[in-house]
């Protein structure tokens, strides 16, 4: 009966924000962002990941208004918006830098965000906003008195005080050290979804699309080249592109018979039922390698990491990278066999194309 409640409140959801053939060039040069085309459900977190360039930081400048596209369309609760000026599209954004403003304490800065509420009800407001994002006791500091995690938790609940329709998040952690990050980036999202605001985040990071989005939509030259959840595009990756930027996999050719496929690592199953020469993706955690006299491979580098151990393995001639448990302690140089324990997933991307899977073909 839960998974039933779930399934009725999720289609119960409406659209929130809707983009539409989305393109935008500077200077009569290459698209930046070409035919761009998603939605986002209310309450619903959006990570667009990608490497510097890919246009997502134009994305996000055209949904606030910054930018005006070339072409398509940007609707929030099914209203057009595409020509509205920032200020009327009730969009609120926290930027790389927080932008806070100095010379006003904690409780100034949130209460900046309020300016649309009439001021009587300000002061009551700002008790509420305090609390949610931890910073009782610290209302009269000044933002060069604080933490970098308490500075973007101002610049959030400042942006989340005037009630947006929608918030926009452009790499909020980047500024941060890598143990602050982690803790930031949890409580962010756990505030998000406690307030119900429906947020468009950027970032380059995989890890924190991973870890603090519903969707994730990955792009490569101003284009979307998947969209889904975390789960969805770490484990059912599209196109080599994919697959490489979410992580270390083994990109292997392979002869497709049905979900039988024939590889220089011996025969495994796939994920989808083809026939013919494909690329085949299969991440290192689903690489088994053992110790073995007679075996074929040879130990190339060892990563130590706590948890787990990452190997690089020499196998006829081929290197592949491999995840094991931190049990699993092999030495340099040491002859070992290997395994795949775990389907490949077959890539779209073309084994008769020079670029592929070196540069995936999104076009």
């Known amino acids: 009966m839960k998974v039933q409640a779930n399934e009725n409140r999720a289609a119960e959801r409406t659209e929130q924000i809707r983009v539409e053939g989305l393109s935008k060039s500077f200077g009569g040069g290459d698209r930046v962002v070409d035919d761009l085309s998603f939605t986002v459900l209310q ?37 057009k918006v595409t020509n509205l000026s920032p200020q009327k599209r009730n969009i609120g954004i926290v930027f790389q830098d927080y932008a806070l403003f100095p010379h006003m304490r904690v409780d100034e800065n949130i209460m900046f965000g309020m300016r649309l509420i009439p001021p009587a009800e300000r002061a009551a407001r700002i008790d509420k906003w305090l609390d949610l994002v931890a910073l009782r006791g610290l209302e009269k500091r000044y933002p060069h008195q604080l933490s970098g995690g308490q500075q973007q938790r101002v610049a959030l609940a400042r942006t989340l005080a005037a009630e947006p329709d929608l918030l926009l998040l452009d790499e909020p952690f980047s500024n941060l050290d890598a143990a602050l990050r982690n803790t930031t980036r949890n409580e962010m999202r756990q505030l998000i979804k406690e307030t119900g605001v429906t947020v468009i985040l950027v970032t380059h990071d995989q890890a924190e699309a991973l870890t603090f989005a519903d969707q994730v939509g990955m792009m490569s030259e101003g284009r979307l080249c998947q969209l889904g959840t975390p789960e969805q595009i770490y484990q059912q990756p599209q196109n080599a592109l994919v697959a490489e930027f979410l992580g270390h996999t083994n990109l292997i050719l392979a002869e497709l018979d049905g979900k039988i496929a024939k590889t220089p690592l011996g025969t495994m199953t796939t994920t989808v039922q083809k026939h013919g020469t494909y690329w085949v993706s299969v991440r290192p955690e689903h690489l088994e390698v053992v110790s073995d006299p007679e075996g074929e491979g040879r130990i190339m580098t060892r990563e130590f990491r706590g948890p787990d151990c990452y190997y690089e393995v020499e196998y006829r001639g081929q290197e592949y990278k491999v995840l094991s448990p931190f049990y699993c302690t092999l030495n340099m140089g040491e002859p070992v066999s290997l395994r795949i324990i775990h389907p490949g997933v077959v890539l779209k991307d073309d084994p008769d194309c020079p670029r592929c899977p070196v540069v995936s073909c999104v076009r």
């Open 43 to 79: 309450g619903d977190i959006l990570a667009l990941l990608g490497p510097s360039g890919c246009g997502k930081t134009t994305t996000l400048r055209m949904i606030a208004g910054f930018e005006t596209p070339d072409a398509g369309d940007i609707f929030l609760h099914g209203r």
